[in-house]
Nanobody, 123 residues
Framework: VQLQASGGGFVQDGGSLRLSCAASARTFSPYAMGWFRQAPGKEREFVAV????????YYADSVKGRFTISRDSPKNTVHLQMNSLRPEDTAVYYC?????????????????WGRGTLVTVSS
């Protein structure tokens, strides 16, 4: 069971980045896939999740309207398109898999975790 996140980097305020998380086939279906982030000195927080079918999504209020989560099932990959980035989005972003999108959204539950990828947004 492996999750591999990529796509982090350095971007200016207002810029965009696209994160990707590649999962082993055993992990990807029928799991919900999501993203969390942890800024320096802060607790980890939920960002977004997409259900196993791709039709159900949840977002944190802080990213709603700016971030979009999607999944490419044939490629066992989930993406997080991040637009209008702000300095407060700076964090290490982690992808996670869960049996329930609702549980990930409401309780922050992830059964499998990938290593993080750093996103830095400069002002």
């Amino acid at each position: 069971v492996q999750l591999q996140a990529s796509g982090g980097g350095f971007v200016q305020d207002g810029g965009s980045l696209r994160l990707s998380c590649a999962a082993s086939a055993r992990t990807f279906s029928p799991y919900a896939m999501g993203w969390f982030r942890q800024a320096p000195g802060k607790e980890r927080e939920f960002v977004a999740v997409i259900g196993w079918s791709g039709s159900l999504t949840y977002y944190a209020d802080s990213v709603k309207g700016r971030f979009t989560i999607s999944r490419d099932s044939p490629k066992n990959t989930v993406h997080l398109q991040m637009n209008s980035l702000r300095p407060e989005d700076t964090a290490v972003y982690y992808c996670a898999a869960s049996l329930s999108a609702q549980q990930m959204f409401h309780q922050g539950v992830g059964h499998y975790w990938g290593r993080g990828t750093l996103v830095t947004v400069s002002s």
